[in-house]
């Protein structure tokens, strides 16, 4: 599928160089945004295991746990939108530290929650601080990366994957042992570190000689030239994409313990080994897309996910897991390529704007394969709930095969000099 390469893929697989990026005077802010990035994860991961704690404990249907998670991922993604704005208008750290304010007083109030309307409360709170993480660190990579953009995205999502695979299972560990609430005191005391990070740097000035900067261009005329066909496939692939993970990370501990009858710590644990294949795939997943383009990445792992998820058919255990880390290391290893993809289609004078979009799409309308999962499972079981999944990653790939025949851009992360890119 890819072509032959004059330089061996090495050097991604060596993590002591990705710590090199942090050497450099871009160093501070990708440490900024890579550290609020795994925070946000783990919120965000931690919340689905706290929420089956309180079904448990409270006897309650699948239904209203998997709505209030949904609002949850609806406020994650529509907030982020409004953040892609303001970091278009102000620049990426002042919105930034706004999120964290908002998520560390979500942090204290869910700290102190005892039944599931308070927790339905301050986690819709919580969705709106977090939904401004991921629009200020995309944007803000993409824009201290140009030369090689697919490793800045690759090392922010590696530093990020340290927040998905530890709170599942440390939020499990929690909630069985003492109470659920006791993981966001955790993480209320990593907040606060970060708000005071981010508010050094509030004042300081993004300088570099291969810093890209906004063209001069009014911002309603640019985000004009921003709806086009190619933009409307990426984040309908965004859609689906978000729709089959989201589903899984937020399912995953109910299906071990209705389906599997496990524990709720057994299926953290399934999940958090999920995301642990992550960490090679950001890798890898970076250096193809500079390698290659973002769009071969794309069709091969997408080919991958949807075999992983086959396998997680079976109630068998062992196919179950291998399935799942054949998910996690593909969703993952095409995560780099997505977002080099966005940033390619885009300007930078909208590009927060986009990836709020993209966001937007990708965990605001994941909520559609989640309540059908909580609906259907009310009715039939929880078996149902990775047929449904199956049918998004099929419509994944689908879309990236639509866009393979679309998209004419750059096979690389920044163009030689006088070449032109040609987007349909």
Not at 33 to 59: C, F
Not at 185 to 193: D, T
Request: positive net charge; contains cysteine.
């Amino acid at each position: 599928m890819f072509p032959k390469s004059r330089k061996p893929i090495n050097t991604y697989l060596d993590i002591r160089a990705q710590s090199l990026i942090f050497m450099d005077s871009k160093g501070k802010y990708l440490s900024l945004v890579s550290y609020n990035h795994a925070l946000t994860h783990g919120v965000v991961l931690s919340v689905p295991i706290a929420a089956n704690y309180i079904q448990v404990e409270s006897d309650m249907s699948y239904t209203p746990i998997f709505i209030s998670i949904s609002l949850f991922i609806f406020a994650y993604g529509v907030g982020a939108v409004f953040a892609g704005y303001l970091i278009d208008r102000m620049g990426v750290i002042k919105p930034m530290f706004i999120g964290m304010v908002l998520t560390t007083i979500s942090m204290f109030g869910l700290s102190l929650s005892n039944n599931f309307q308070l927790f339905s409360f301050w986690i819709l709170i919580a969705g709106c601080g977090l939904s401004f993480a991921h629009p200020s660190g995309l944007t803000l990579v993409s824009q201290l990366f140009v030369k090689n953009r697919g490793k800045g995205m690759g090392t922010f999502g590696f530093i990020g994957q340290f927040g998905q695979f530890v709170p599942p299972i440390a939020a499990a560990a929690i909630g069985k042992f003492f109470f659920w609430n006791y993981i966001f005191l955790v993480f209320l005391f990593l907040y606060i570190c970060a708000l005071i990070f981010c508010g050094l740097l509030l004042s300081s000035e993004i300088k570099g000689e291969d810093v890209e900067k906004p063209k001069r261009m009014e911002y309603s005329k640019a985000l004009g030239a921003l709806i086009s066909g190619i933009v409307l496939l990426v984040l309908l692939l965004t859609a689906m994409r978000g729709n089959y993970y989201r589903a899984i990370t937020s399912v995953l501990t109910y299906y071990s313990n209705d389906v599997l009858e496990l524990d709720i710590l057994t299926g953290a644990i399934f999940l958090s080994v999920m995301l642990l294949f992550g960490l090679p795939g950001h890798l890898l997943g970076g250096r193809l897309a500079d390698r290659y383009g973002p769009i071969k990445p794309l069709v091969v792992f997408s080919v991958l996910a949807v075999i992983g998820i086959l396998l997680c058919l079976s109630l068998n255990i062992i196919l179950l897991v291998t399935g799942l880390c054949i998910v996690g290391f593909s969703f993952f290893s095409a995560q780099p390529a997505e977002n080099v993809l966005t940033a390619n289609v885009s300007s930078l004078n909208v590009r927060g704007t986009l990836y709020g979009l993209k966001f937007l799409v990708s965990f605001g309308f994941s909520f559609i394969a989640l309540i059908l999962i909580g609906v259907f499972g009310d009715i039939y079981s929880l078996t149902i709930a990775f047929f449904i999944i199956l049918s998004f990653a099929v419509a994944t790939l689908f879309s990236v095969l639509v866009i393979a025949r679309t998209y004419k851009g750059p096979e690389k992360s920044k163009p030689e000099k006088d070449e032109k890119w040609d987007f349909e």
